[in-house]
């Protein structure tokens, strides 16, 4: 089926764009996010934090890592403006995602607080879809869409806490802790299935080749180093090479 036209799509009430943004959110890759953070939740069981809180926290903050490292300080008693700056760094990493995934996420009119509020919901999972769904979205329909792919995305992920938390009695622990690393298993594998072009490849293996040399990296970017250093390396060898071509 073809896409709709931009005239058809600005006859589409916003709201239809908003559910067919939610109903785009129901995929393999969000069924993945779900599990993950059925893992995430034993782990709040598992160290004493509510519930509710921990739930929240996927909201608000919306990166597993920073997530892990937020419970994780407060459980073991880190002082909060060192927790708050941890946290801060860690989210980082989704800058250039941020970056690379804003010029899809706009309308024909930007509006500086829509694309605040979808800023909010990029992370792995949604910069993945957004490549591979907001293409065939009009551009009159991209920000209500992402909007909806995000809120849709997020919602299953506090169902997968609320789930995870109160599962926790029958969950072996070695299965909660797996279960966390189901997403950087699936965005890895999406990058590869995703690869077209020679600089695409090339950024997966510099990426996968600084990361064990940056591990470790103060405040928690050695993500954002590898993920960064490797696609500009991977940028400038493939300038490189279509120059001798």
């Known amino acids: 089926m073809n896409p709709p036209s931009e005239s058809d799509a600005a006859a589409t009430p916003t709201g239809l764009w908003l559910l067919r943004g939610l109903r785009g959110s129901l995929s393999v890759p969000a069924a993945v996010l779900f ?16 519930v509710g809180a921990g739930v929240l926290s996927t909201f608000l903050v919306w990166a597993l890592p920073a997530q892990v490292i937020l419970i994780g ?7 909060l403006p060192a927790l ?11 800058l250039p995602m941020v970056v690379a995934v804003m010029p899809l996420m706009r309308g024909r009119r930007p509006r500086l607080l829509t694309e605040i509020v979808c800023a909010h919901f990029v992370a792995v999972t949604l910069w993945v879809e957004a490549f591979r769904l907001l293409p065939g979205v009009p551009s009159v329909g991209r920000p209500p869409y992402a909007l909806g ?19 926790t009695g029958g969950l072996p622990g070695p299965l909660a802790v797996a279960l966390l690393l189901l997403t950087p298993i699936s965005f890895t594998i ?7 072009q020679t600089v695409d490849w090339l950024a997966i293996a510099f990426g996968a080749g600084l990361a064990p040399l940056v591990v470790g990296s103060a405040g928690g970017l050695d993500l954002f180093w590898s993920g960064v250093g490797g696609g500009t390396l991977a940028f400038f ?9």
Do not use: K, W
């Open 73 to 79: 300080g407060l459980a073991s008693g880190t002082p």
């Open 190 to 196: 999406l990058l590869v299935r995703n690869a077209r």
């Open 35 to 50: 599990a993950t953070f059925v893992g995430f939740g034993g782990l709040l069981h598992d160290v004493g934090f509510p």
């Open 149 to 167: 792919l995000g809120l849709g995305l997020v919602g299953q992920s506090m169902a997968g806490t609320a789930i995870g938390y109160y599962l």
């Open 84 to 94: 708050a700056v941890a946290v801060c760094l860690s989210g980082v990493r989704l």
């Open 237 to 245: 060898a493939a300038r490189l090479m279509e120059r001798r071509a």
